[in-house]
């Protein structure tokens, strides 16, 4: 059974960092993909970063660009972790955990859309005052 639990949401001034945690239970799958999705009021859920079994890691090319963000996993505390730094309003949203039982979705942008995604989280809050 599946289980994604976000954590560590809140509230930051224009600047600080945050680090978000997904507590997870991905049994019986060993091949995998996760991934952070996040998704502001009125706006469509947008990819952020994912990683699969392998480790291997992608970004969208926003975060990309401004290298804010890294993702990163504890296979032992099965937990998936989402680094923010220099958080600006525009990264306030609700951020949401996500995962497939399919460890290649994380190249070719599959990852990207939120269909893809078998498995979600209930989100956690991120508020980013100026």
């Known amino acids: 059974q599946v289980q994604l639990v976000e954590s560590g949401g809140g509230s930051v001034e224009a600047g600080g960092s945050l680090r978000l945690s997904c507590a997870y239970s991905i049994r019986p799958y060993t091949h995998y993909t996760m991934a952070w999705f996040r998704q502001a009021p009125g706006k469509q859920r947008e990819g952020v970063a994912a990683?699969?079994?392998?480790?291997?890691?992608?970004?969208s090319y926003s975060e990309l660009q401004k290298g804010r963000f890294t993702i990163s996993q504890d296979k032992a505390q099965n937990t998936l972790y989402l680094q923010m730094n220099s958080l600006k309003p525009e990264d306030a949203a609700t951020y949401y955990c996500?995962?497939?039982?399919?460890?290649?979705?994380?190249?070719?942008?599959?990852?990207?859309?939120?269909?893809?995604?078998?498995?979600w989280g209930q989100g956690t809050q991120v508020i980013v005052s100026s």
């Open positions: 990683i699969n079994d392998a480790g291997t890691t992608m970004y």
């Open positions: 996500a995962a497939d039982a399919r460890s290649w979705l994380v190249s070719g942008g599959y990852w990207e859309s939120t269909s893809n995604f078998a498995f």
